[in-house]
């Protein structure tokens, strides 16, 4: 049986994620995002306002889930890759900043909750989500659940919902079956 959930767990983490590495090196980013040195050339043409960064910033990214980008539920990309791709969400609006604000010596904190990512820096227009969260205002219970639903369920392509849904109950099976032979020889 713990072999039979051995394999369930391996196959569920394959289906989400079937490049392995792509999982740690986004749980390294996401302790540290910045890369130095990686879009200095980026930073030199943005203006010196933090403000300003930020909203440029945010219109060079067109929105777009880690499921369309980049085949997996979450995913922190390195600071080029936001550059290049110039698509994403919080996570790499907030590693092209923070590389950005690195390079040009701007000061800042780096925020993490369990959906999002953001910077504080001096003057910063704070958004609604960041002002509830520095207030202690906790999003009610269902807005995690919510989102990690949509993260890990609604947006994931039909193929890996079948994939993922086809390949646990062949493995359940097929352990049930070899348990069954096991204690028909005994």
Sequence with gaps: MKKTLLLIAVWILLVYYPNPLMLTGSIGRMIDPVQPGSVDDFAAILPEDPAEIERLTENYILVEDDWDQHGVFWYVPTAQEVVINARGNCKHRTV???????????????????????????????????????????????????????????????????????????????????????????
């Design 96 to 186: 092209l900043l923070a590389n950005v604000f690195e390079a040009k010596g701007i000061e800042y904190e780096y925020r993490v909750d369990p959906v999002h990512f953001w910077l504080d820096y001096d003057r910063k227009h704070i958004g609604e989500f960041e002002q509830n969260w520095e207030s202690g205002k906790v999003p009610p219970a269902d807005y995690w659940a919510t989102s990690y639903r949509q993260m890990l369920w609604d947006d994931m392509p039909t193929y890996r919902k079948v994939l993922l849904i086809v390949g646990t109950i062949e493995i359940a099976l097929i352990g049930m079956l070899l348990r069954k032979i096991k204690n028909k020889k005994s």
